[in-house]
């Protein structure tokens, strides 16, 4: 083997680069750290965990797999919303008309005393029709608050619930009503008219 300086063609000096070598670049990366549970968690079975099998947690798409909040459905004709607004113009109507709360207070005015027969139908009439609008009111109410859904509107969950308690009182107040209807006062007979 030689020595010879002719030999050796590598420049003394390796410090410095050489002449037109390319150089490397350094460009700065970004670490990424493992997750949390990974870090406190034992290593999984064989003693290697997620980093050293090339699973990194990935931050960047970490809003993808973000679940979205559901949005309203669109309303439609036999949604949660149009039935808790039936249920609501069906509670205004047995409201306003005033007729169960009217019976009932005349009823218990009456406390028993017999009255006459066409007022008893009258009465059995009125109790009948608002205490049918106070049910069709807690049906639909309540058929609204089985079609909630999580795109279902505040307001909706709202009004049903409160027509469906204030409609069932209304069943209570006609049901009391018809039961303390008192008995038809028996028709007195005129005596015959002597000539």
Known sequence: M????????RPEN????AAGAPQPKFEP???TEPPVAAQDTEPAEGGLDGAEHGQEYDHEHEHEFAVAPAEPRTGGAFSSETLSIVGAALLAVTVLSGQLLEILTSMILVGGQAIDPNQIRQIEMQVWMGGAVALLTVLSSTLALALLNSGTRHWAKWTATATTIVGFLFVLVAAASFLLIPEAAPQQMLPPIMD
């Open 2 to 9: 030689s020595t010879a300086p002719e030999d050796n063609t």
């Open 14 to 17: 390796t410090n410095s680069p």
């Open 29 to 31: 990366g970004f670490a």
